[in-house]
């Protein structure tokens, strides 16, 4: 969703004057109305900037019915979502994903399975927040983005039943059920879906010697996905007394998959002299993949929170997730040759690999607002991370797979454990119109990784490190419709199990890549500064930053003599620079119209570098250059919602995106539009939806990457245009009759969602 700012009564309201007469689950939030948060009000507020975040209303957008959380990601401005569901912020990928204000056993190397599983639908706000203070984990160079699923705790019970479907063969339902009352809150959703995707690919590669073009290899690829998965979620508050909430809550996943690919990868010589070169094919490596997965996901969360007296809580969490993942590719070829003396190569390949994540989380959080003009933060935080993933292979000379033996140069099992304790401190503090919110956080972290072989020979590291992280944020009102800010915060990002593993991966015939274990966190210090203003009808947001990063963790590739693959890994390169300027314009044209104008510009410089790495196998030395590079691109985006008689909405999105830098080469401009209809029948208890993503099918990823041995275009999708469908129902009753505790939980909805969710890391 862009970053939509709804102005339906033009009006600009203080957070001070919107939240007043609340007697507890405040939290930070406190010490940011001090500070002075500006909101964009109207039916229900679509953006919200705040001191340290953004926040996004994804309840209403019409692009997002019937898809998932990585739909819903990919609408949000300044984020993108790749065709493998990996996420960046502001062009990078050094962002931590939540759910709820927490990691809930989100890994970089799960979230993007995990993304596609759960329905938009449950999703009440995504947060952006781009400069965390030194509350958060300082992990993320670019921000955080925390993905609020949906809790009412209006009185009485109430729910909906929710069922679509769409041109490509998916399907889904949800059920949602609420009920609150003066002494017990109880939510549970269940979400069946089946999904069915075509994606593919396309690779040109030329080999170079010498600065002459001396053979390439071509490929193209369609991949046939299908899967099913459940959803669950269920949680329950009780209010023991008005001072202590006790709350337990979990979300479980389940989810099933297979998948066929073709392709064939056509090798070849080229004849003659510059700039007349022929092509020659010498062989056909044709490769057809069949992969099956099942994956779990469990989260489980105990809560107690404790108001000492009104702005003076203490809070406990304790949390514990799971994730397991199976998959069995089997990777089938058979090479033949343009030269009828040599005979066809078949082979069968069977690749079992188990991911086996766990992960335990502690935080106590105490918060106090010690006068109007003051308040204090302070806290600790333990995470416990283990990781246990065994890849087995097998191989066969045979096209069918029989007389399988083990393939021991492929066989692996990585450990992976890190343990990180945190304790921060922040004071906030005003004076008259300028608001002043310092912090700092201190992370202790030990990371122990082991890789196993075959033979049960190992290969591992130990690491800790200790660093801080200091923040500093400063806020002016010049009145209520016009406020600047500006925000200093430390930030790192540190390596994950996979990088880390130094087994070589060959799923792609042309392609090798592998782990480097010696990998070092990079650090960042960000600077950004925000400025909004609204005047009647029209909304203008401007935001820029700055954020200079060292030991620049980067993907390399290069190519070994006498070998056609090329090999990737990564390494802590050199330094960079990221820095850019957001706008968000919003214009509201009488009561059918609402156009929302979004563009940003980066800046990206990286500078060159020149490394000699021991190649793993071969052995040989190789090194490893690039020149300095630069490079200014930008994303545009607009979004039109007209509000039609008879319950009508339609919603029309056009997104662009220019050329951009990547390590040795760039990705080439691209382009969408997304289209949405909504009618609402029986005062809005029957809903139905139509869209389309992707109206124009050409949201393609597109990249070009070079060395002084070979040249590399590259192409892919992860799914065609389709048509979604979609029929919700609502249903309950609710009960006017409540009491002092459950009017100020209702008055505070938002709030309290936002503690839940927005607050704990």
């Known amino acids: 969703m862009l970053f939509v700012a709804f102005v339906l009564t033009g009006q600009v309201m203080a957070q001070g004057k919107a939240r007043r007469g609340k007697a507890q689950g405040k939290s930070l939030i406190d010490s940011i109305m001090m500070l002075s948060e500006v909101t964009v009000t109207g039916q229900k507020s679509a953006v919200k900037l705040e001191v340290d975040r953004k926040t996004y209303d994804v309840s209403n957008d019409l692009s997002n019915i019937g898809g998932t959380a990585s739909d819903a990601l990919e609408n949000i401005p300044s984020v993108e979502v790749d065709n493998d569901g990996n996420i960046s912020l502001r062009g990078s990928s050094s962002v931590e994903v939540w759910i709820n204000g927490r990691a809930s056993g989100l890994t970089s190397d799960n979230r993007g399975t995990i993304l596609q599983q759960i329905p938009a639908e449950s999703i009440d706000r995504i947060e952006v927040i781009d400069n965390p203070s030194a509350k958060f984990s300082a992990e993320g160079s670019a921000g955080i983005i925390n993905i609020i699923l949906k809790r009412d705790r209006k009185a009485g019970y109430y729910g909906s039943v929710q069922a679509g479907f769409n041109t490509a063969g998916g399907a889904n339902t949800n059920v949602n059920l609420n009920t609150s009352s003066k002494t017990l809150d109880a939510y549970a959703s269940i979400g069946y879906r089946h999904r069915e995707d075509e994606s593919g690919s396309k690779t040109e590669q030329d080999f170079y010697s010498n600065g002459a073009a001396t053979g390439f290899q071509n490929s193209t690829s369609v991949s046939d996905q299908r899967g099913n998965n459940l959803f669950l979620r269920a949680g329950v508050t009780l209010h023991a007394t008005q001072k202590d909430d006790l709350s337990l809550s979990g979300m479980y996943m389940h989810g099933g998959s297979n998948s066929f690919s073709h392709t064939p990868y056509r090798y070849g010589n080229y004849e003659g002299t510059a700039p007349s070169l022929t092509p020659v094919i010498t062989r056909v490596l044709d490769r057809t993949t069949t992969g099956r997965g099942r994956s779990n996901m469990a989260n489980v969360e105990f809560n107690y929170r404790h108001s000492f007296a009104e702005k003076h809580t203490l809070d406990f969490i304790l949390s514990h997730s799971t994730w397991h993942n199976n998959n069995n590719n089997v990777y089938q070829d058979r090479t033949t040759y343009t030269d009828e003396t040599i005979p066809t190569v078949e082979s069968y390949q069977l690749r079992p690999q188990h991911i086996r994540n766990r992960s335990t989380e502690m935080k106590l959080d105490y918060e106090n607002v010690l006068s109007p003009k003051v308040s204090l933060q302070a806290g600790y935080n333990a995470k416990f991370n283990r990781e246990n993933t065994p890849q087995e292979a097998w191989r066969s000379d045979s096209y069918d797979g029989s007389n399988l033996q083990p393939d021991e140069a492929y066989y692996n099992r990585f450990l992976y454990d890190m343990d990180t304790h945190a304790w921060y401190a922040n004071v906030t503090m005003k004076f008259g119109k300028f608001g002043v919110m310092a912090g700092l956080r201190g992370e202790y972290w030990k990371v122990s990784t082991e890789s196993y072989d075959y033979d049960e020979n190992s290969y591992g590291f130990k690491k800790d490190f200790f660093q801080l992280f200091p923040s500093l944020f400063l806020s002016y009102q010049f009145t209520q419709s016009d406020q600047l800010q500006l925000n200093v915060t430390r930030r790192l990002k540190r390596p994950w199990g996979g990088q880390l593993n130094s087994f070589m991966d060959t799923r792609n015939a042309s ?251």
């Not at 590399?712 to 006017?736: D, L």
Request: net charge positive.
């Open 511 to 761: 392609s090798v890549s592998f782990g480097n274990p010696e990998l070092t966190p990079e650090y960042s210090f960000s600077y950004q500064l925000n400025y909004l203003r609204t005047w009647d009808n029209h909304s203008l947001l401007l935001s820029a930053y700055y954020r200079p990063t060292t030991d620049v963790i980067q993907r390399i590739k290069y190519m070994i003599d006498g070998d056609e693959r090329t090999f990737q890994t990564n390494m802590n390169l050199t330094e960079c620079i990221n820095s850019g300027l957001e706008m968000t314009l919003k214009n509201k044209f009488g009561r059918i119209l609402e156009l929302t104008t979004t563009a940003s510009a980066f800046y990206y410089k990286l500078d060159a570098f020149n490394y000699t790495l021991t190649d793993p196998l071969m052995g040989r030395l190789i090194t490893v250059s690039g020149n300095s590079e630069s490079r200014f691109s930008w994303n545009a985006r607009m979004q039109a919602n007209f509000t039609l008689p008879h319950n009508f909405s339609v919603q029309l999105k056009g997104n662009y995106r220019s050329k951009r830098l990547i390590t040795q080469g760039s990705r080439r401009p691209s382009y969408s539009m997304d289209i949405g209809v909504r009618k609402s029948f029986f005062n809005r208890k029957l809903t139905l939806a139509l869209n389309c993503r992707d109206l124009l099918d050409s949201k393609r990823n597109k990249s070009e990457t070079e060395s002084e041995t070979f040249y590399q275009y590259s192409e892919n999708w992860r799914h065609a245009r389709k048509f979604n469908f979609t029929a919700t129902w609502a249903f309950g009753k609710n009960n006017n009759k409540k009491g002092k505790r459950q009017r100020e939980d209702e008055s505070e909805d938002d709030d309290m969602q936002r503690y839940d969710g927005g607050m704990e890391e």
